[in-house]
């Protein structure tokens, strides 16, 4: 029996769906949440979204610097801004945009980085985006998130929706089953999908999937408890959560869809050392060479990504 | 107001602009001067904003693209009220916010400028939005020449035009200097005019010094319904200082003591010419 059957994991849509869905949602009660689109409303899913709002969607073309600065000039008027672009251009070729005209000028657009990591996988690193939380942590004035499951999407994009600051959001556009069925999510706090005793995987985005995997495959095995904790706000970081991990667990592994430079994993090993925690710790991502070619699938599991890659690396942790 | 009193006043403020960037010792000397009087007749005569309706939704939006002539504004604010002259002793000093670029902090700004080709997507945005919502305010903004060669105003010029966007004025301060040279050394961006015909706006021509053209030309935005405005300001660098035009050194040279005596007595000496 597939460890997925064992754990009658409910199965879900894209992220991505979800995110228009919702979108298309909190347009229809509310008129100032507007769309930018660069050229990308086909791969944001919102051509539905268009054809019900026309006057909600805002088309400029492929000119992602220009998207985010007409975003910009639009939250600063009172629209509810979603610039939507994928995660690879939005911030990389818009990076001063949103240092400086949504961070610094603090004009609080909801930046959406769609197909984000290695989600469009075969077409190769101009297309990856594997670079953003680590350029975009360094930024002021900017939340930055990667849901995991179609909930914690809903919830990140209602929640952003309300939140009077700017929201960095990236997601994948990969079926995603929905991780646990408690409604528990807030930006800026992590959510535990599972408990444990012996290890803790701190993941984020497409990436808690296969750390749940793994963490049950872990219990069969060894029978041991692995903890699993979706840290879906990569900024600000959940501290107090952060304090009981390095407090509670031996052994931490974090795992992202991202440069092992900069992301989750830096983040929290920079945290528990200035708080005097030394887990054992190791950070999963993709390492700093040039990415090897293949589907998003293929490459995750060659960087061992992966229910067994995961699990393999608990297993060398606690060795 | 006259013209002939808004003159006196821009040689009032280009005395104002000297003397700050000389007590900071800091500033961008050349561009401040040559966008001055633009900046004058706008937030004098042009503008629908002040510090009693900066807050109002429908207040007209003045977005500083070429931030780093931020000295003129910060005199032109003060002189319009925004806050009081005395503010402006502590430009450049430690935790002012009157800093050597636009932020919101000070009162009257609209968004934080500085790096270049910034201005006029804010610009096309805040323009976009004032159309969605049938508001009657406009939106200008000031671009530098040198400027124009970042890519990302000629996105929102397409933007602007493909929108229509009639309630938006781009106003160039063409004083023909960069800070390596002349701008059509640096990298030749000419024909502006056409080039901006072609990108779907409507173009004139004026002299940004001449106080009533500079008037009337702003007061007929938008030159054409349904189209943005380009107004091409020649001006002069350094303008009002007759070693300060037109020379390169003081893109953000700052005057010895001598220098500022004998640009203060130039500026003087025109008022006193004015009032005869």
Known sequence: MKTTERLHIRPGAANLEKFSATLQELASHDRQVVVVCSDSRGSGKLVPFGKQFPEQLVEVGIAEQNLVGIAAGLASCGKNVFAVSPACFLTARSFEQIKNDVAYSDNPVNLIGISAGVSYGALGSTHHSLHDFAAL????????????????????????????????????????????????????????????????????????????????????QYQWQVGVISMHTIKPLDEDLLEEVGKKYPAVLTVEEHSIYGGLGEACAAFFMQRGHTPRFKIMGIPDEYT???SQKEIFEHYGISESGIAGALVHLLH | MTDKQLQLKSLELRKKTLQYIKQAGAGHTGGSLSCLDILHVLYRDVLRVGPENFHDPDRDRYIQSKGHSVEALYVVL???????????????????????????????????????????????????????????????????????????????????????????????????????????????????????????????????????????????????????????????????????????????????????????????????????
């Open chain 1, 137 to 220: 942590r360094a930024v002021n004035n900017l939340t930055i998130v990667a849901p995991a499951d179609n909930y914690e999407t809903e919830m990140a994009i209602r929640q952003a929706a309300d939140l009077a600051s700017p929201v960095y959001l990236r997601f994948g556009k990969k079926a995603m089953p929905f991780l646990s069925d408690t409604p528990d999510f807030r930006l800026g706090k992590g959510r535990t999908i599972r408990a444990g005793t012996d290890a803790v995987i701190l993941a984020t985005g497409e990436t808690v999937y296969p750390s749940l995997l793994a963490a049950i495959r872990l219990e069969q």
């Open chain 1, 292 to 294: 090897v070619t293949g």
């Open chain 2, 78 to 276: 003060a002189d319009n009220g925004f806050f009081p002259f005395s503010e402006l002793d502590t430009l450049c000093r430690y935790q002012s916010h009157f800093i050597g670029h636009p932020t919101r902090k000070v009162p009257g700004i609209e968004q934080n400028t500085g790096a270049l080709g910034h201005g006029l997507p804010l610009s096309v945005g805040t323009a976009l939005a004032g159309k969605m919502d049938q508001k009657p305010y406009r939106v200008f903004t000031l671009l530098g020449d040198g400027e124009l060669l970042e890519g990302s105003n000629w996105e929102a010029a397409m933007a602007a035009a493909h929108y229509q966007l009639d309630n938006l004025t781009a106003i160039l301060d063409y004083n023909k200097l960069q800070i390596t040279g002349p701008v059509e050394e640096v990298l030749h961006s000419g024909p502006l005019p056409e080039k901006w015909k072609a990108f779907g706006w409507e173009v004139r021509e004026v002299d940004g010094h001449d106080i009533g053209a500079l008037r009337k030309a702003l007061h007929s935005v938008p030159f054409v319904k349904g189209k943005p405005s380009f107004l091409i300001a020649h001006t002069l660098k350094g303008k009002g200082v007759s070693f300060m035009e037109n020379t390169l050194k003081w893109h953000h040279g700052v005057p010895s003591d001598e220098e500022y005596l004998l640009a203060i007595k130039e500026l003087e000496d025109q008022q006193k010419a004015l009032l005869v």
